[in-house]
């Protein structure tokens, strides 16, 4: 389940992604597979060869995109979620809701 986001970041990432840019969405999201994640950060972009060379910078394999409809993305949960929204300078995504939980 996701929550935590507003209409208009949704918005904003569907039109990066569609434009082929990598784009960074970070939600609360809650799954019982997942127990004490409370994040995810999708990462997404139409040009999926785009995506696959960005995620090789940090041992993303291909077979981990979600391929959805115009919106292919990588679910970024745990360290490697905080790894790659710093190492990409995301400091807005991570402070919104990654540094409240630590």
């Known amino acids: 389940m996701a929550f935590g986001i507003k209409k208009d970041e949704l918005n904003e990432w569907k039109s990066k992604v569609r434009n082929g840019e990598i784009a960074f969405l970070t939600h609360y999201w809650i799954h019982p597979k997942f127990e004490g994640i409370t994040t995810v950060t999708k990462v997404g972009c139409s040009n999926v060869e ?7 910078k940090y041992d993303l394999r ?29 400091w807005e995504q991570y402070n919104k809701f990654i540094n409240k939980e630590r």
Do not use: S, T
């Open 62 to 90: 291909k077979e981990w995109i979600h391929n959805r409809q115009q919106y292919p993305h990588f679910d970024l949960i745990g360290e490697k979620q905080l790894e790659i929204l710093q190492a990409e300078h995301q």
């Open 50 to 56: 785009k995506l696959v060379d960005w995620g090789k």
